[in-house]
């Protein structure tokens, strides 16, 4: 079964903002990616087509496919990892979700399906709007 990881993207307001945020970061990085204290225990599940899903304001939004995992050591020798993962954005249904710190492991039976194409968005609704009519099954 494939496995994917949660994440919150903090700061981020939506979609748009995502994706100018990562193009950045990786000018300066040379990949997209995020870093991390600990090596995921699961790492060839994850690898196994499982992907990044964000948290956006609260809920789940988008995913990224996982590509590789570097492991790192700061220059006082501390251990962490990069966790790199594909550019391409792939909106997901989206569905609520809790704060939490760090990265979560996610089940493929419980991961959200992905948007389908020529799907009509809701970022041009107020975000409570969108999240009332998400709840009555209309969006």
Do not use: C
Not at 44 to 58: H, T
Request: glycine content about 8%; overall charge positive.
């Amino acid at each position: 079964m494939t496995l994917h990881l949660i994440k919150l993207a903090v700061g981020v307001a939506d979609l748009a903002e995502m994706a100018r945020l990562q193009k950045d970061r990786r000018r300066q990085r040379g990949r997209y990616g995020f870093f991390t204290r600990n090596m995921p225990k699961r790492v060839e599940e994850l690898l196994e087509g499982g992907s990044i899903y964000w948290v956006v304001k609260g809920q789940l939004r988008v995913r990224q496919r996982l590509k590789r995992f570097h492991p790192m050591e700061d220059d006082s020798g501390r251990p962490y990892v990069i966790v790199e993962f594909d550019r391409t954005l792939v909106p997901v249904v989206p569905r609520r979700h809790r704060p939490f710190q760090g990265w979560r492991y996610l089940d493929g039976k419980d991961a959200p399906p992905d948007v389908s194409k020529g799907a009509k968005g809701d970022d041009d609704l107020p975000p409570a709007l969108a999240e009332e009519l998400r709840e009555l099954g209309l969006l």
